[in-house]
């Protein structure tokens, strides 16, 4: 499966932004999907997840603030940040799996976007 992450920019505290992560190529529905985000010398946080059979979980840092959300019938899975924080800064990648396992762990996904940057501005 290919994916293609878009909707990053630069956005004032307390903000919103979208993210959006379209795939293609082998059936969608049955992947578990998910979000993690990087900054410069760090590891790969894990942001949240959302399983084929709906199941999603939260980084404790965005509980609360991040939805993910998924239409299966556009092959595209969704970020809904709002109430951004400057520590939100980072790159943004949506990530794949294929079962219906969740993880927290950037090891556990074989399939990664490109990754978008979400720059929030104090």
């Known amino acids: 499966v290919q994916l293609q992450a878009s909707g990053g920019g630069l956005v004032q505290a307390g903000g919103s932004l979208r993210l959006s992560c379209a795939a293609s190529?082998?059936?969608?529905?049955?992947?578990?999907m998910a979000w993690f985000r990087q900054t410069p010398g760090k590891e790969r946080e894990f942001v949240g997840y959302?399983?084929?059979?709906?199941?999603?979980g939260y980084a404790d840092s965005v509980k609360g603030r991040f939805t993910i959300s998924r239409d299966n019938t556009k092959n595209t899975v969704y970020l809904q940040m709002n109430g951004l924080k400057p520590e939100d800064t980072a790159v943004y990648y949506c990530?794949?799996?294929?079962?219906?396992?969740?993880?927290?762990?950037?090891?556990?996904?074989?399939?990664w976007g490109q990754g978008t940057l979400v720059t929030v501005s104090s």
């Open positions: 990530a794949a799996r294929m079962n219906n396992i969740p993880s927290m762990t950037s090891t556990a996904y074989s399939y």
């Open positions: 190529g082998r059936t969608f529905s049955r992947y578990v």
């Open positions: 959302f399983t084929w059979s709906g199941s999603t």
